[in-house]
């Protein structure tokens, strides 16, 4: 899968929450669902907006300019205006620190659990 790279500290987020990081270039949105964390590419596919400032209801982020709503686990688009799904990423928690991988999975695959 490639090496991972460190892009936060678990308490940066907490459980409902998001974060922007950067990893080899691409910008992505870290979520805390109940514990478990997620990346997806930050970027609303309908439209520049950015994910991490959305709205997280449970799994689902709502895009903060025009509402499309993405599965957070799987990348999937719930909703238009958006009609593609964002790429996710492989992530794992060890000692308090997030890691990422560097290149995305393709969208519905499932996320990396430590």
Do not use: W
């Not at 895009?63 to 709503?69: F, K």
Request: hydrophobic share 40%; net charge neutral.
């Amino acid at each position: 899968m490639g090496e991972f790279i460190k892009v936060a500290e678990i308490a940066e987020i907490p459980p409902g929450t998001a974060k922007r990081v950067e990893v080899s270039g691409h910008t992505i949105a870290l979520f805390n669902i109940g514990g478990q964390v997620y990346a997806i590419d930050d970027t609303c596919t309908h439209e520049q907006a950015s994910l991490s400032e959305g709205t997280v209801y449970g799994e689902i982020v709502a895009c903060p300019r025009h509402g499309a709503r993405f599965h957070v686990p799987t990348g999937r688009v719930l909703s238009l205006p958006a009609v593609r799904s964002v790429a996710i990423y492989p992530v794992k928690v060890e000692g308090g620190a997030v890691y990422v991988a560097p290149a995305p999975q393709l969208s519905g695959a499932k996320p990396h659990r430590p």
